[in-house]
């Protein structure tokens, strides 16, 4: 799978759901921007292996307890 075109498919979904997040006022997470893209972390560009899930597991658990109340995050923590 060529990861050029998986990075563009990515890009354009998170656009979608941080629109979708703004107009509900829920917080959204880009995790993708905390993950590298490594095999330790993705099997195939996609997927992620088991250090890859407890990484996401991670920044989501700081994402949200640094945001109790569910608050839309400021620009510079999205």
């Given at each position: 799978m060529d990861p050029t075109y998986v990075r563009a498919a990515a890009t354009l979904c998170d656009g979608i759901a941080r629109r979708v997040a703004a107009?509900?006022?829920?917080?959204?997470?880009?995790v993708d921007r905390?993950?590298?893209?490594?095999?330790?972390?993705l099997y195939d560009h996609v997927h992620l292996t088991a250090a890859g899930a407890r990484l996401v597991a991670e920044v989501l658990a700081e994402e949200i307890a640094g945001n109790p109340r569910g608050e839309a995050l400021p620009e510079d923590r999205r």
């Open positions: 107009e509900e006022g829920a917080l959204f997470v880009e905390r993950v590298p893209d490594s095999p330790e972390f």
